[in-house]
Every structure is written in structure tokens, then in C-alpha cells.
């Protein structure tokens, strides 16, 4: 499937994947107060991105099994949260969801990455350093390439591209990772990272960022609430007590052990090898009966750091007419953000459920026993 990055010649059909996210999307900007004009533009950005695939039907399965939702739609928002602000709007996206293999997925990824670059003129120079590692001829993992757009005012997207250490293997991946980061100039960063199960994603920052950052992820099987809490090598920001209570909070337990929880540490200068920035996420879906209950969680975080929950709760009926009990996934995950310089902040993550809706967890175990 070839891509027209960034030059779709009509508005989606009604019923299609492009129509259904772009809806969306115009809605939450509506939302977080955006203006007209800049929601126009960021909801044509979107249709644009998705290439051929937003004039799917969605009467036809996913474009492709993405791993970027659990239902496969190619699309995710994110709202992030800090006191006495309005939240910042966020949409994630994998340009090459139609191609017909990994490879092609990425050079459509790529394509895409440069049109925006030319569009709104900024620099992939750091993107360029490292495009060998993670576009190899025969790429492997569960990702080429997604694209975030932090939808600003003015019409003009902060943007984040996320890539996939293990495109070489996953035995490479974390090779694969030293090699990108010192040649990037952050010769010390791995071995500032905490132990891990493994490095899904690394992010670089691109465009109109005041201090751009470069992201490592790494994810944690079985990690407890006191374990989280040490997880951090930024040596300031939120300390063990505040992020093990924000654990406890959102995900209701001491322990992820179904899906894993995901640490990131951010970098923005390379000289003491010491991160700038601290996540932690946590799999909220994995860990509750239904969305009433994720929300109920994550109205109680945002109030206990300050934060107005309020443009929360009116996103998930901008996102869905259904009820938040009738299913468990339209909040993907919390996330608790710290970096150096600002205060903490708070990220919902939020599903599309452009295909399915995952029902709640009691409905799941019913099912299974056979009722």
C-alpha cells in the first residue's frame, strides 16, 4: 500500500477510519478549549497521517495488528495534565498502518516525519543519525515508527517520533540502543537506566521543543509498589513515598502482575550522563473492572496533585456515547511525569476503540468459565 504523506485529496467517507478518529479528535479539542482553526488543522494532520488507510471502512478488519492499541486502531490521545493549566492535547500515530510488511511500514513512517519536517520546518538531523539502526532491511518487533503530535495553539504540533530497539531483534535490542544513544552524544545514559525486561521504545524529540529531549523506555514484569518507587535516576523530582502512592492509586494493588508497568527516563544533556526526566505508567486497564472505576482512580490522582479532572471526565463522552461501566480500555494507561524544572504531571491515555470495545474484566471472567 503506497502512502500520500501528507496530501490526502478528499475528506474521509462517513463510516471510514479517517472520519471516525477525526471526529474524535475535533471533539477533545473542543475539549482542552483549542481554537477553530487550530483544530481544523490538527484534525486534517491526522486524516493525512493515516495515508490511504483513513478511507478504510471500518465494516473491514484493522489496517494492520498494530501494537499501539488493543483493539489495532493506529490511533491514541493522551491528555497531560499540570496545576493551574489547561491539560495539552496529544495524538499518536502509525503512519504506515496499511503496508503490507514491517519494512514498508517504516519507510511510509519515515516519508511522513519528513513531510511534517518540510511542512512546519524543523530538523530530523537527529532522526537521521540513527535511521540505520532501526530500519534495517528486514525489520523486526512490533513497530517501525509512531508519530506524536502535542497539539499546541498556533496550528503548529510539537512532534515526537518513538521507535523500536528491537528492529534488529530482540536480542539486539539492547545493542541496538547503547549504539543509537552514544551517537547521539548520551554516552552515559544506558548505564544510568534501571534494570529492566527489555526497551520498547526510544523517542526523540523533533520540532519547536524548548529543550528537546531524547526518551528511553524500559518495561518492569511483576513490579511491585515499593519496587517503582526506586525506579527514578533524575536524584530530584517525585521521591519513592509520592510515587509509590500514585502506584497504589491508579492501579489498586502492590503489585502488575499481568500486563508490565513501563518506566521511562528522559535526557537533554549528555555531559553528567544523569536523566532530566522520570514516568512511570501504569497498565490501568489490566487492573480494574471497567472504565467507571479507571476514571473514579484517575479523578482521585489528578486531585491529589492539584489538578482540575474536569477536561477528563468530559473526554471519554467526546471519545464514546457508551457508559464507562459497559467496558475496561478507553483509559489505556496513567502515567506520573516529573521533569527537571517543572511539577509533576499527570497523563490519561485514551483508547479510540475505533473497532472493538474490550468488555468489563467480570463480563471477561464469565465468559471464560463458560456463563
Same mark, same amino acid.
Given at each position: 500500500?503506497? !502512502?500520500?504523506?501528507?496530501?490526502?485529496?478528499?475528506?474521509?467517507? *462517513?463510516?471510514?477510519?479517517?472520519?471516525?478518529?477525526?471526529?474524535?479528535?475535533?471533539?477533545?479539542?473542543?475539549?482542552?478549549?483549542? !481554537?477553530?482553526?487550530?483544530?481544523?488543522?490538527?484534525?486534517?494532520?491526522?486524516?493525512?497521517?493515516?495515508?490511504?488507510?483513513?478511507?478504510?471502512?471500518?465494516?473491514?478488519?484493522?489496517?494492520?495488528?498494530?501494537?499501539?492499541?488493543?483493539?489495532?486502531?493506529?490511533?491514541?490521545?493522551?491528555?497531560?495534565?499540570?496545576?493551574?493549566?489547561?491539560?495539552?492535547?496529544?495524538?499518536?500515530?502509525?503512519?504506515?498502518?496499511?503496508?503490507?510488511?514491517?519494512?514498508?511500514?517504516? =519507510?511510509?513512517?519515515?516519508?511522513?516525519?519528513?513531510?511534517?519536517?518540510?511542512?512546519?520546518?524543523?530538523?530530523?538531523?537527529?532522526?537521521?543519525?540513527?535511521?540505520?539502526?532501526?530500519?534495517?532491511?528486514?525489520? /523486526?518487533?512490533?513497530?517501525?515508527?509512531?508519530?506524536?503530535?502535542?497539539?499546541?495553539?498556533?496550528?503548529? *504540533?510539537?512532534?515526537?517520533?518513538?521507535?523500536?530497539?528491537?528492529?534488529?531483534?530482540?536480542?539486539?535490542? &539492547? /545493542?541496538?540502543?547503547? /549504539?543509537?544513544?552514544?551517537?547521539?552524544?548520551?554516552?552515559?545514559?544506558?548505564?544510568?537506566?534501571?534494570?529492566?525486561?527489555?526497551?520498547?521504545?526510544? #523517542?526523540?524529540?523533533?520540532? =519547536?521543543?524548548?529543550?528537546?529531549?531524547?526518551?528511553?523506555?524500559?518495561?518492569?514484569?511483576?513490579?511491585?509498589? $515499593?519496587?517503582?518507587?526506586?525506579?527514578?535516576?533524575?536524584?530530584?523530582?517525585?521521591?519513592?513515598?509520592?510515587?509509590?502512592?500514585?502506584?497504589?492509586?491508579? &492501579?489498586?494493588?502492590?503489585?502488575?502482575?499481568?500486563? *508490565?508497568?513501563?518506566?521511562?527516563?528522559?535526557?537533554?544533556?549528555?555531559?553528567?550522563?544523569?536523566? !532530566?526526566?522520570?514516568?512511570?505508567?501504569?497498565?490501568?486497564?489490566?487492573?480494574?473492572?471497567?472504565?467507571?472505576?479507571?476514571?473514579?482512580?484517575?479523578?482521585?490522582?489528578?486531585?491529589?496533585?492539584?489538578?482540575?479532572?474536569?477536561?477528563?471526565? =468530559?473526554?471519554? *463522552?467526546?471519545?464514546?456515547?457508551? =457508559?464507562?461501566?459497559?467496558?475496561?480500555?478507553?483509559? #489505556?494507561?496513567?502515567?506520573?511525569?516529573?521533569?527537571?524544572?517543572?511539577?509533576?504531571?499527570?497523563?490519561?491515555?485514551?483508547?479510540?476503540?475505533?473497532? $472493538?470495545?474490550?468488555?468489563? &474484566?467480570?463480563?471477561?471472567?464469565?465468559?471464560? &468459565?463458560?456463563?
Amino acid at each position: 500500500m503506497t !502512502s500520500l504523506p501528507l496530501d490526502i485529496s478528499q475528506d474521509p467517507e *462517513p463510516g471510514t477510519l479517517g472520519a471516525f478518529t477525526r471526529a474524535q479528535l475535533v471533539r477533545l479539542c473542543d475539549v482542552v478549549g483549542l !481554537s477553530p482553526a487550530d483544530t481544523e488543522t490538527y484534525a486534517d494532520t491526522l486524516v493525512e497521517a493515516l495515508g490511504p488507510s483513513a478511507q478504510r471502512s471500518l465494516a473491514l478488519p484493522p489496517p494492520t495488528r498494530t501494537f499501539l492499541s488493543d483493539d489495532h486502531t493506529p490511533v491514541e490521545y493522551s491528555l497531560s495534565f499540570s496545576p493551574g493549566r489547561a491539560p495539552a492535547l496529544r495524538v499518536l500515530i502509525e503512519p504506515g498502518c496499511g503496508a503490507e510488511n514491517r519494512a514498508e511500514n517504516g =519507510r511510509i513512517g519515515l516519508e511522513v516525519v519528513r513531510a511534517m519536517a518540510r511542512r512546519w520546518d524543523f530538523s530530523t538531523e537527529r532522526l537521521d543519525e540513527i535511521e540505520d539502526l532501526f530500519f534495517p532491511a528486514q525489520p /523486526k518487533g512490533p513497530l517501525a515508527l509512531w508519530i506524536a503530535l502535542e497539539l499546541v495553539p498556533g496550528g503548529v *504540533p510539537k512532534v515526537k517520533v518513538y521507535l523500536n530497539p528491537a528492529a534488529s531483534g530482540k536480542k539486539r535490542s &539492547a /545493542k541496538t540502543l547503547r /549504539k543509537a544513544l552514544r551517537r547521539l552524544g548520551h554516552r552515559e545514559a544506558y548505564a544510568a537506566l534501571p534494570s529492566a525486561d527489555g526497551h520498547p521504545f526510544l #523517542a526523540l524529540d523533533l520540532g =519547536r521543543w524548548e529543550t528537546p529531549r531524547l526518551k528511553v523506555y524500559t518495561r518492569h514484569l511483576d513490579l511491585s509498589a $515499593a519496587e517503582a518507587g526506586h525506579l527514578s535516576r533524575t536524584g530530584s523530582g517525585p521521591g519513592p513515598a509520592e510515587i509509590q502512592e500514585f502506584f497504589r492509586t491508579a &492501579a489498586a494493588t502492590d503489585g502488575l502482575h499481568r500486563r *508490565p508497568g513501563l518506566s521511562c527516563h528522559s535526557f537533554t544533556e549528555a555531559e553528567t550522563g544523569r536523566p !532530566s526526566g522520570f514516568t512511570l505508567h501504569i497498565p490501568v486497564r489490566d487492573y480494574a473492572r471497567d472504565d467507571g472505576e479507571v476514571l473514579d482512580r484517575a479523578v482521585d490522582v489528578l486531585r491529589s496533585h492539584g489538578m482540575d479532572p474536569g477536561a477528563l471526565v =468530559r473526554s471519554l *463522552p467526546a471519545l464514546t456515547p457508551r =457508559r464507562p461501566e459497559d467496558g475496561v480500555g478507553l483509559i #489505556a494507561y496513567l502515567a506520573l511525569v516529573h521533569q527537571q524544572g517543572h511539577p509533576p504531571r499527570v497523563t490519561a491515555y485514551l483508547s479510540s476503540e475505533a473497532y $472493538a470495545v474490550r468488555p468489563p &474484566a467480570k463480563l471477561r471472567r464469565r465468559a471464560a &468459565a463458560g456463563v
